[in-house]
């Protein structure tokens, strides 16, 4: 596309992308610690993008949670595969979206740990598919939101506990 080589040559966005860090590398834990990110290098990055989402938009009543997948070819530790989307290998994301316009409030990039994380103020008998669901839509409860989610994040208790938190 010219557009593209217009604004930069090749060299000078490689060379940009080449150092380009969003998070000190050394701080990383390593691979065998329980408490290793494979996020680490852009987590810093994903949590102002999920700060901002939430702050410049106002949002409708109605909204929902389902996952997306980045459609990513190359090789990654995380990397999916869903047969039921349209680009079928990527990078899988859980997502908050209002129904009427599909603008993503907060969302969670799958990483292969989502069965420790721990959001706050959750209770104890979350399944896995409660817990997405539970860090998700941590920032709106008490305020009347309708939820919708897919078959997979359905649970009693999950319902239950939104249910009496509005």
């Not at 966005?13 to 408490?35: A, K, V, W």
Request: net charge positive; charged share 20%; glycine share 4%.
């Amino acid at each position: 596309m010219p557009v593209f080589s217009a604004a930069m040559v090749r060299h000078r966005y490689e060379s940009i992308m080449y150092f380009m860090h969003f998070n000190n590398n050394t701080l990383c834990r390593p691979q065998g610690d329980p408490q290793f990110d494979r996020l680490h290098k852009i987590q810093p990055l994903v949590n102002h993008l999920n700060q901002k989402c939430v702050h410049i938009y106002t949002r409708q009543q109605i909204i929902c949670v389902d996952q997306s997948l980045i459609n990513f070819s190359r090789r990654l530790a995380f990397n999916q595969f869903l047969l039921s989307k349209h680009a079928r290998y990527g990078v899988k994301m859980y997502k908050t979206c209002e129904r009427a316009t599909g603008y993503t409030y907060k969302f969670r990039i799958y990483n292969v740990k989502d069965s420790h994380m721990e959001p706050p103020r959750m209770p104890r008998c979350m399944g896995s598919s409660g817990k997405i669901v539970w860090d998700l839509v941590s920032s709106f409860l008490h305020m009347g939101y309708h939820l919708y989610v897919e078959n997979f994040y359905s649970s009693v208790p999950l319902f239950r506990h939104l249910y009496n938190l509005g």
